[in-house]
């Protein structure tokens, strides 16, 4: 394969959110840019999820630093976020999480393997289902993992119809912001939740999802959520949205 048509791959994957989780979708764009390094690349490449700052910040290195230089950073990153999530995690812990994101699994992962014992609470995030992922990886590593329905969030956190009391809430980001962050469609209503049942909400985060610029909510395509709907039925799908720093106890990056 000619590395257009590599190219093209990955492009593909990314818009069609094969590759899923701000840091993957960098990592990804990044190979993908210096297959085929132009301007237009890196255009076509930002194109592809406008709720990325992430990839936008990494393909602005690109003239600065050098791959490998770029991609050490994921890795000594997430060895800081895995430490520092460690601390925080207490034994029998309940932990809620939504749809995924690498860092959080990671660090859930890095705690159970250094002997920490908790499970996780995590929804199913319609409509592409991201929290399946997240399950199986949890699955794969030992950790005991209980899926709820996402209209069921609320159930989930309170205790309810023979759930665990949830100890505290992971969230992933897409982007950080001065006043909050933006992350999955549903995390507003979970953050909101939580703090009404007063369990704390913690970000985890890289810091290269920092931005200052006005993040733009990516709109996904209707047939996600109902393919072939009626005529004159408006379906709104919006892939992400801002959650205040109010509902935020902390946010977890390789900085802190």
Known sequence: MNKQKRFDKI???????????????????LYAYYLIPTKASKKKLLSLRPTEPMMEKVLGMTSKKSYHEIIKHFEEAQEKINKAVFKLIRKNDVIFTHCHSTNVVNALIYAKKNGKKFEVYNTETRPLFQGRKTARELKKAGIKVTMFVDSAVGVALSKEQ?????DKVFLGADALLKNGIINKIGSETIAKLAKQEKIPVYIVADSWKYSTKKIPIEQRKLNEVWDKAPKKIKIKNPAFEFVPKKYIKKVITEEM
């Not at 492009?11 to 764009?29: F, L, P, S, T």
């Not at 023979?162 to 949830?166: A, E, F, I, L, S």
């Open 162 to 166: 023979g759930t665990k009391k949830v």
């Open 11 to 29: 492009a593909k994957a990314i818009k069609d959110i094969k590759i899923q989780g701000a840091r993957n979708i960098a990592r990804k764009a």
